[in-house]
């Protein structure tokens, strides 16, 4: 009995610290920039493939807008870090942007790299390489006043 309940207190940590939500289990690399468009190395989340495709999609745009890509001309946000308060105040914006898949007209091309996965903790999981063009997505944003013009 002395044992049981510190046993007891391991066994729950250590299943409290496995059954992390799926969506937060996305890895991004970057591979490549030229001529404003970068190239990522996203992996995606979902319940198929196209799910999974979306999902990896967003997170690539997420990054670039709100974290910056390390390693890359970008390494700082396009917006800034405040992701919460920057998309409460721009709600329309981003209410379009990822909801109505607005998106996707700043995808330069966007390949699965790996065949779609199976994961253990439910859901299914691919590799996409994402290209994203910069200078249409930065014209946007500074056409909708989410960010402000360089120099004004």
Not at 7 to 16: D, N
Not at 51 to 80: H, V
Not at 84 to 102: A, D, T, V
Not at 114 to 143: C, F, H, M, W, Y
């Amino acid at each position: 009995m002395r044992y049981f309940i510190p046993f007891l207190v391991v066994i729950v940590i250590f299943f409290w610290g496995c059954s992390s939500p799926i969506a937060t289990t996305t890895n991004i690399s970057y591979l490549s920039s030229d001529n404003g468009l970068i190239s990522l190395r996203v992996s995606g989340i979902g319940r198929n493939i196209e799910d999974a495709t979306s999902n990896a999609e967003i997170k690539a745009l997420d990054m670039l807008l709100f974290r910056g890509i390390p390693y890359s001309e970008q390494k700082l946000p396009i917006i800034g870090s405040d992701e919460f308060g920057i998309k409460q105040k721009n709600e329309s914006y981003f209410q379009k942007f990822y909801q109505e898949g607005r998106y996707k007209t700043f995808l330069v091309s966007s390949h699965p790299v790996t065949p779609l996965v199976k994961l253990n903790q439910g859901g299914k999981s691919i590799t996409v390489d994402v290209k994203i063009n910069i200078p249409a997505l930065r014209r946007d944003l500074e056409e909708f006043s989410v960010i402000h013009k360089f120099g004004y």
